[in-house]
């Protein structure tokens, strides 16, 4: 079998990568085809993969993001013609275009419902709804106040995250020389914090995070308590540079399971800390009733982030949690309840994309997965 993969971000490339290896090391045929965005490509290139850059849009207006996508699917329609790919892979409206005029099929996953977002989001995914041969989801993205509840009969719902393709522990093993990499012995305490450049689809609608003196006053409380680390999409301001966290970016993961707080206005770093098992704390313009579902369940059910509306909240939960005795052996406890009730989304994946369209049809067959 044939399969491109369309991989737009950073957190795309790890959730793709073991699903990636997993399908190459049985003989299937994987072609890579990468926007140049973020720390993608320096991922895709550690991941020692092949890429085909499609596009180099990004930090770009969403007049230009609409405009830009006939040539974007046309220049990958004219890298992939000549494989001839059986299936397309990926999560946005460029994977299911490109497999629309190569006559292929599409498998789209999403960590979120595009029909609850903001009319941008909902608006791709509807003109691409007819043309996808399914599409996959955490079965956290629906909650009880989810306007919709399904994306149709191509809609295969999963109970696991996008974030335990990389990191459940069948794929992830913490190395502890990261504490080297930091400067710090391996009995000093540290924090993570990590700052969104609010510039994806998802962030149009308005979106937030902490502004530059609420990064000054987290800073400032936090470093009473613990060493403090930044992981920052958006430039700095020249008096916080001394914070910035200073490693290869494929070592952040085991900076997060050793860290002994995670405070953050962007999504994928603290469900990464909540998998991992460390105490999370996210602000969002978004959090409250109408939140994602991932972080309304990993808030609600299994108590391993706490995320706010309101920054100045966030900021005093997290001063809270770092004077809390025993967080760390706390979290680890519900962690595992947590990894006993997920499956593997990589595993899931290979097994999907290996089988399909078979797969589908057996998914749509049983009640849960």
């Known amino acids: 079998m044939i399969i491109a993969f369309f991989i737009n971000t950073p957190a795309q490339a790890h959730f793709f990568k073991n699903i990636i290896k997993g399908l190459e090391s049985k003989g299937h045929k994987v072609l890579i085809l990468a926007r140049e965005y ?33 040539y974007n699917v046309l220049k990958s329609y004219n890298f992939l013609k000549k494989y001839k790919p ?9 994977c299911v275009y490109t497999a629309l005029l190569l006559n292929s099929k599409s498998i789209l996953f999403t960590d979120s419902m595009p029909l609850n977002e903001s009319i941008y989001v909902k608006s791709q995914f509807l003109l691409c709804k007819p043309f996808m041969s399914a599409i996959i ?14 994306l149709g009969p191509k809609h295969i719902m999963i109970n696991s995250y996008k974030e335990l393709a990389y990191l459940h522990p069948n794929h992830f093993v913490p190395d502890s020389s990261i ?13 993570v914090l990590r700052f969104n450049a609010f510039d994806s ?21 936090l470093s009473k308590h613990a060493k403090v680390f ?4 958006s430039k700095l301001p020249q008096d916080l540079k001394e914070f910035s966290i200073n490693i290869p970016k494929h070592r952040i993961h085991d900076a997060l399971y050793y860290a002994d707080l995670v405070v953050a206005d962007t999504g994928t770093m603290v469900i990464e800390a909540a998998v991992l098992g ?4 996210r602000f969002s313009t978004n959090a409250g009733a109408n939140d994602l579902g991932i972080f309304v369940e990993l808030s609600s059910k299994y108590d391993l982030i706490y995320t706010y509306d309101d920054p100045e909240l966030a900021i005093a939960k997290a001063k809270e ?19 006993n009730d997920k499956i593997d989304s990589s595993l899931f994946m290979e097994w999907f994309i290996e089988e399909f369209p078979q797969s589908f049809n057996k998914c749509l067959s049983q009640k849960s997965i």
């Open 230 to 233: 930044i992981s920052s999409e």
């Open 179 to 191: 504490y080297d990499l930091l400067g710090l012995t391996e009995d000093e305490r540290f924090i």
């Open 86 to 94: 059986d299936l397309l892979v990926g999560a946005g409206i460029e």
């Open 321 to 339: 949690l770092i004077n809390r005795p025993n967080l760390k052996k706390e979290w680890e406890h519900k962690k595992e309840i947590l990894l």
């Open 278 to 281: 460390t105490p999370a704390v």
């Open 38 to 70: 973020g720390d993608t490509i320096p991922l895709l290139k550690y991941f020692k993969f092949n890429y085909f850059i499609y596009t180099d849009v990004s930090n770009c207006s969403i007049y230009r993001k609409i405009y830009t996508l006939p």
């Open 137 to 150: 989801s955490p079965a956290s993205v629906v909650t009880p106040n989810s306007p919709k509840k399904s």
């Open 201 to 221: 689809v998802h962030d149009l609608g308005g979106v937030t995070g902490f502004s530059v003196d609420e990064k000054r006053k987290l800073v400032d409380i």
